[in-house]
């Protein structure tokens, strides 16, 4: 399973992003999406996770109701809108994918993106 991350730049605060992660390969292996984020300096950490039916979704909480994360049926494509972005939300973003149901810890994920950089400038 490949992933691409695209859509990251920069932005001020209050702004909005949309990233995009394509999936290809063997995705029919693949259950679960997942987003997580690593601020420079810091450990990297969860956003968000879809499963490709797109029924089940998790947030994390400092991001829930600003972020909203989406699948196309296609089971190729999650999207993750960043709104109203703040300062501390700047992070090298990654896309993950898991063949289990949706986990929030990253040593569910088996397959990783290379990342997409978000910077919100105040």
């Known amino acids: 399973v490949q992933l691409v991350e695209s859509g990251g730049g920069l932005v001020e605060a209050g702004g909005s992003l949309r990233l995009s992660c394509a999936a290809s390969?063997?995705?029919?292996?693949?259950?679960?999406i997942g987003w997580f984020r690593q601020a420079l300096g810091k450990e990297r950490e969860f956003v968000a996770a879809?499963?490709?039916?797109?029924?089940?979704?998790a947030y994390e909480h400092t991001v829930k109701g600003r972020f909203t994360i989406s699948t196309t049926n296609a089971k190729n494509t999650v999207s993750l809108q960043l709104n109203s972005l703040k300062p501390e939300d700047t992070a090298v973003y990654y896309c993950?994918?898991?063949?289990?149901?949706?986990?929030?810890?990253?040593?569910?994920?088996?397959?990783w993106g290379q990342g997409t950089q978000v910077t919100v400038t105040s």
């Open positions: 879809i499963d490709w039916s797109g029924r089940n979704i």
């Open positions: 390969g063997r995705t029919s292996e693949t259950h679960v």
């Open positions: 993950a994918a898991s063949g289990l149901p949706i986990r929030s810890m990253q040593n569910a994920y088996d397959y």
